[in-house]
């Protein structure tokens, strides 16, 4: 029985809860932590499945239009902003550092949870889990898969997974130093960096909260460099995702600059080279989806890339849910 108190999300149609506080992680010093889980008050008649969505770095929960897409795959849809994110974001936290990524994956185990214990409270049935994860959230989704195996998850979508950074050969080596000054200084801002991916979203049309998804960027600390780079390297040495897993990407990776003319319609954040390497690698049922003309966040690009790109969602949904 879900115990989760809802209230009306910022989102017209939406409704969201708190999931309360994870577990304490080491050096946790920024004031008290929680998580939230935002359910789409509207399901499917009949539905099938429960989607859960997860975001990325410097993200929270926003795009209606794909929870839309997933309701259409007949999904009681749910998504979560995780600890230090979006609506989970407090006063005193430092947003979007971790330790560990097993951090955000415990975010979202605990969200899946609640998610299918909600949907059965509502009289929608025991049903199989989707999940949908973004860039950090897929990095961490991805090794939340193979070491905490859902026995309600019935499959995994990747949406432009950080499996890789486009990294000059200065950068790969001051990387290296990375894990140590964790160790130390894990708050350290290391990469300070303005996103003109987010201000390009912006540009062309996204609506957004602008103090949950910055412009601006959001520095990165070393606590959370060295977290995804020891996920990226497990990642990459392969793993044992024993549920069907789609893997999306852009076609190529380019520069984040706002001069660079395909900033539309190239993922300039993660390198989609480091994906095709290693998405073979993830499990014994890896489809893998490379959409001409996308971006980073394959929902939110142009129009032509995102409906094929949320086609493929509806396909996958179909093909792993009965």
């Known amino acids: 029985m879900s115990t989760l108190e809802w209230t009306d999300d910022i989102l017209h149609g939406y409704e969201a809860a708190d999931l309360g506080a994870p577990a304490p992680a080491p050096g946790q010093d920024d004031g008290p932590l929680t998580r939230t889980l935002i359910r789409r008050v509207a399901t499917p008649h009949h539905p099938r ?7 990325g770095y410097n993200d929270y929960f926003f795009a209606t239009h794909l929870a839309d897409a997933l309701a259409g795959a007949g999904c009681a849809v749910y998504a979560v902003d995780m600890r230090r994110a979006g609506r989970s974001l407090r006063p005193q936290n430092q947003a979007h550092h971790i330790g560990h990524i097993d951090e955000l994956g415990e975010d979202i185990a605990d969200a899946a949870d609640a998610a299918v214990a909600d949907a059965a409270a509502r009289g929608l049935g025991d049903l199989p889990l989707v999940v949908h994860a973004h860039s950090t959230g897929a990095l961490a989704a991805t090794i939340w ?17 950080l499996f890789g950074l486009p990294l000059t050969a200065w950068q790969s080596a001051a990387m290296r130093i990375v894990p140590a000054l964790a160790r130390y200084q894990p708050r350290r801002i290391v990469v300070p960096a303005p996103s003109p991916y987010t201000t390009g979203l912006q540009q062309r049309g996204w609506d957004f909260d602008t103090d949950w998804k910055r412009p601006q960027g959001v520095g990165a600390t070393a606590g959370w460099l060295a977290a995804t780079l020891a996920a990226r390297t497990r990642v990459a040495a392969g793993l044992h995702i024993e549920v069907p897993v789609l893997v999306a990407s852009a076609d190529s990776t380019g520069p984040d600059r706002l001069d660079n003319p395909r900033h539309g319609s190239q993922d300039t954040v993660v390198d989609v ?3 095709d390497r290693v998405a073979a690698g993830l499990g014994t049922d890896v489809e893998r989806l490379v959409v001409d003309g996308a971006i980073h966040d394959l929902a939110l690009s142009g129009d032509e890339p995102r409906v094929r790109y949320l086609d493929a969602v509806r396909a996958f949904v179909d093909r792993v849910v009965e």
């Not at 499945?49 to 975001?55: D, E, K, Y």
């Not at 905490?148 to 995994?156: F, H, I, M, S």
Request: charged residues 15%.
């Open 49 to 55: 499945a429960a989607a859960l969505i997860v975001h």
């Open 145 to 161: 898969a193979n070491d905490r195996p859902d026995p309600a998850l019935a499959g995994l979508i990747l949406d432009g997974p």
């Open 273 to 275: 080279g480091a994906i």
